[in-house]
């Protein structure tokens, strides 16, 4: 008698648990569909607002392929016609919680199921048994059994709503790649989400080509200054941008890493000889390498400038404008020079306030040694040089290393020297470049992860080669790649969530 209520009691318990897994669970939501028949496969590509718990089997004959998706709605879903060389028809069943989709194949053909994380995407694959190798071999699915996937959930970074919003106002596009899902998300703006498999696994890839007629490139700094730090959709919001991309490389207080120029102005400098991308003032690209020459002439004396808008360091000389904020933010062991209209017009030990319409000149040690005759009144010159081809850009932002040039591979990681945490491996990364007709190119790729294993850099060149780049730089790349479109980021950086960086390329429309 105790066994058996023991037994009523646990059967009980565990249909109760059952219940409340059903009902935390929330249900997936099919919204979109593409079809695609290529030379490779046919692919059929399902976009949920979470991924489901589904099942795949295939009939004895393995003429039918049955995907099971628990748990599914698909109100207002629109099947596209599906008739290809592999797929022949595709069929939708509602039977209770369940969407039974319902492919019928032709003769000697096997399948690969697989999903996308960001945005949340189901691919099916349908392709001759003896194209199954490598990657495919390893996730192939046997035709007299089936398969269960169990993650039912799906981590986004914003609300299914607004991707279903974002849906249902784009347009779809091809773009003659196998395994390209294109989107027009507005006028004159593109999205590529590329996934596919190499040697070493799964590849996802997101790319955005934006016309230039329409839309303007610009940096911006985290939190409108330096240092700062701000996630790349916080910064994206704040200029009022429909999309944008990390940028620079940053020190971890936010202090910019390299030759950085915005509104006409230097607000970040390196003396490496590193590649860089600018646009001139009639928005006319620019890529290639640049270096800073700073110098400073006052009180008779000539110094040479040690950097722009960053931490002063011993015996050197550093210029503040704006851009760093109101004050320097400096200790006491320098001297200030506040300098308006070409002459100083303040001298201060530190923390001096930054003039709306001129700088603050910071020394230390030697240097302000040198400079300790200069009195207030006295005049100052500034020369700064950016080499052959920069002095009118409007903004530059200085990375690296170069990607493509001309339309061909072209990584300059070597001889810019770049750490062997850039130069070597496979990893995520981020880029900015210009297509062959003109459009921005903002791209990123996942790595680290297990829906994406990254690239190298001559990988990541060869594939903007393929989606038709003509000039790319590098952008700042590990988990500050995060590529935001419309309040969204479309892949997942690998450190779980949005890292702060210290700036972002943002589109805004005209």
Known sequence: MNIRRICRRAAVFAAAAVFLMQSFAMAAGLTSMRFHSGSEHDRVVYEFTTMPVYTTSVSADGRTLTLDLANT???????????GTRISSISYNKKGNHLLVTMKLKAGLSYQVRTLKNPTRLFVDVLPSSEITGSYANAAQNASSASVNTNA???KNTSASAKQDR???????SSGIDGDYVQQIAPGLVEHTYVYWDDYGKISAWLLEADPARY?????????????????????ARAGGVAGINGSYFAPDGDLIGVTKMNGQIVGTTY???SAFGLKKDGTPIFGKISYNGTVTMGGVNVSVGGVDCERGA?????????????????EYGREYVVRNGRVTDIRQNDSPIPADGVVISVHGTVADE???????DPVKITEDLGDGWQDADFIVGVGPRLVANGRV???ADEEEFPADIRIGRAPRSAVGITKDGKYLLAVVDGRQSHSVGLTLTDWARLLVKFGARDVLNLDGGGSSDLVINGEVQNSPSDGQERAVGDALVLVRK
Request: charge should be positive; hydrophobic fraction near 35%.
């Open 73 to 83: 709605s698909y109100q207002g879903f629109q099947a596209v016609p599906a008739n």
């Open 153 to 155: 959930g799906s981590t």
């Open 167 to 173: 849906n249902s106002s784009a347009g779809s596009v």
């Open 216 to 236: 303007k490139l610009v940096p911006v700094l985290a939190k409108g200054k330096i240092p700062g730090r701000e996630a790349v959709s916080d910064i994206v």
């Open 272 to 274: 490496c000889t590193r």
């Open 315 to 331: 015996d050197s000389l550093v210029i503040y404008n704006r851009a760093y904020g109101s004050t320097t933010g400096t200790n």
């Open 371 to 377: 400079l300790g005759g200069v009195e207030v009144g």
């Open 410 to 412: 072209n990584v300059t």
